[in-house]
């Protein structure tokens, strides 16, 4: 435990990335194997199952400290970490421990059957030996969220620097199902790759974003364009006799999409897809929010298997015959997955995304300025002989997505951020005019600089008119230019609409509030592009 | 009522006098020369004879009269008295009687002994006016010394590593404080031009700092390789910082007990160092007075007195426009 707070400490002590890596480098070279394997699995969001509620935790560090409840709820938002504020309050340690990360974990694993009293009486006693970053980190293992400035891919990397392998196929084998109890460091890192789980995905290869026009792209002829679809990236795995049904995510949702139950009879065996999940009503995608309603159900019920079928729209084979093809040009890959996919009944749910035919670049623009109309957020550009590369690698895949839709709206209710914003008023709602009411239609939390954040919490509480808890209702007087992916009906929603990824484009300073958008704007939206 | 809270400040009827005003007045008494306390425009000022150096070098030309610690003084029918609060050198907290009622108005303070101020003072008293900047119980600070181990090894690490240190402190209190605790030996101590003013004000009332060397425009860093560079926050960003490269950076203060705000500080570090008192030395300072009737002016002010109140206390806020150690450059702690 106390290596791994070290590690911590070293990480959260630089803003520098090489410095972040290099000491987890050095960690991955030092700790023993069980801890290496539990601190690859917190890195990659594999935690262990929460045993203790944080109502609880509270409460046993409001009463060791000393401190009423109150008290301890209203430092939480000031610290903004509930792990850091429990680990600030607690008085000083009167005792020791040598023990390990997997220790402590194990420890923790077993109070998932323990009764209250013997679960506060662990935890005290955790805390009692140890000193305060030990805690915070305990404290996290506790609560679950373990974001500490460590991106997988960075982990990755230190990985690939301690053990001398290769990172693309370290991130291969990082991927999939496994937890430190179905493997062991031997097997997920250093065992020859033979037995690999049948259920593994591949890395996504992900696209940039394209700022400008392709002009810069060269010769259209070396690209080959299709839409870029609004849905959930995944891949759809058929090896020894069954499927498997991952999201980018990497969750595993082959329960949640029953229409691949039978991919393992329509698709060869040693099949790897890739391509978007999409709710499709046989001819062309449904709305994304027709697909969110399928996202959050483990079960789903047979009326809204009807209302919101789900097929992948497919545009790559990463492995055929149980032949890793990542290596292979795109057009290659592309030609073969048309092979594949050309055999499959007409109502199977998997489909080739069509590529998009153009004469040059001003034609692609002309088609991807249509591109709402096909229910897509714009058009992909993959160059005809890119591999399939293992993450976010500039140059060969383009995303280049449609300007978002805008309006012009209200603030009237702020709240304080957490972690790094905390302190800092950074989640807002905002409204729109309905006659001379503020109707609230959507809420926003990033867009803005620092410099921006401090300067609207400076007159956040100057400008408080009434709190509800952490929620400040202040004087509707700034107007802030929403940008928005897209919009949709809403029943749950005051204003009847839910937009998708919203954030604040500007601060309009220069325009006055009476002449924000309206509701009779937002529905004439809806109407448009819903 | 000894005091009164005014919209000009803290005013003292039986004696005709304000406390750390923020309107100009005819007569301030003030506790110590942090921007928010020591404000010019004022006819005429009293100030401990150790915070006068400062006063004089910020506010320029003033009507000031100087008082030592434990000195009394009738004003009007008030007796005042100064005494250390710990803060800052020659900061100091106001006791007033009048008619055989005793209050204490603390400015800022710190319970804390450091090596640079007269270490604070528990008075006893019927009413007491405290400040609330860090009255939370997250803020605990670890010892001085440790700190002080904190910064050399950060500093030595760099220093061996051919890396510059730079470290962001206020001018005036927390860069001395920090010099304090430096060891001279690892490497060169450069000041920003800021810092160096006050420190020159320091050295000159007979405060024992660590030698530095002002950067100017022709300094040049590869001629003080490891150095530890001290400069008022908003100059770590700046221009005049990239001349030392590469460099760690470092902030101290109070505030930097919480992760968050070090960490939208981007600073590499931080370092646990307040002129404020922590939750324990603002609980300690309030129960030595063994007073019933306490006021609270800056910092966690609501949060606090519902504290203080389910402690038995009866407790006040007071609005002022004092600001405690603040992170927005504008302020002056």
Known sequence: MKRFAALFTAIDQTTKT????????????????DDKLWTIALFSGRRPRRAVTTTRLREWAAERAGIPLWLFEESYPIVGDLAETIALVLPAPTATHDDSLTTWIMRLRALDTADDSARMAAVLDAWDQMLPTERMVFNKLLTGGFRVGISRKLMTRALAQATGRDEAELAHRLMGDWTPDSTSFHDLIESPDSTAQASRPYPFCLAHGLDDTPDTLGPPTDWLAEWKWDGIRGQVIVRQGTHFVWSRGEELMTDRFPEFADAAEILPDGTVLDGELLAFDGSAPLPFNALQKRIGRKTVPKTLLTEAPVILMAYDLLEDNGQDLRHLPFATRRARLDTMLANLPAEAPIRASQPLTFTDWSDLANQRADARTHRAEGVMLKHKDSPYHAGRKKGDWWKWKLDPLTLDAVMIYAQ????????????????????????????????????????????????TLQRFGPVRQVRPEHVFEIAFEGIAPSPRHKSGVALRFPRMKRWRHDKPVAEANTLQDLRDMLAQFG | MVLEFTPQGIYCPAGDFFIDPWRPVDRALITHGHADHARPGHQRYLATDLAAPVMRHRLGDIALETIAYGESRKIGDARVSFHPAGHVPGSAQIRLEVSGEIWVVSGDYKTEADRLSTPFEPLRCHGFVTESTFGLPVFNWPRENQVAAEINAWWADNAAQGVFSLLGAYALGKAQRVLSLLDPDIAPILTHGAVENTNAVLRGQGLQLPDTIQVTPDTQARDYPGALIIAPPGALNSTWARRFRPASTGFASGWMRLRGVRRRRAADRGFVISGHADWAGLNMAIRETGAENIYVTHGYTDIFKRWLTSQGYNAKVVPTEFTGETLDEAASE
């Open chain 1, 18 to 33: 090489n410095a972040k890596v290099a000491a987890l480098a050095a960690y991955f070279r030092d700790a023993p194997d």
């Open chain 1, 416 to 463: 304080q951020g957490h972690g790094r914003r905390a302190n800092l008023f950074t989640d807002f709602t905002f409204a729109v005019w309905d006659g001379n009411d503020l109707v609230p239609f959507t809420k926003a939390y990033s867009g803005l600089t620092d410099a921006e954040f401090r300067q609207i919490t400076a007159w956040v509480r100057k400008n």
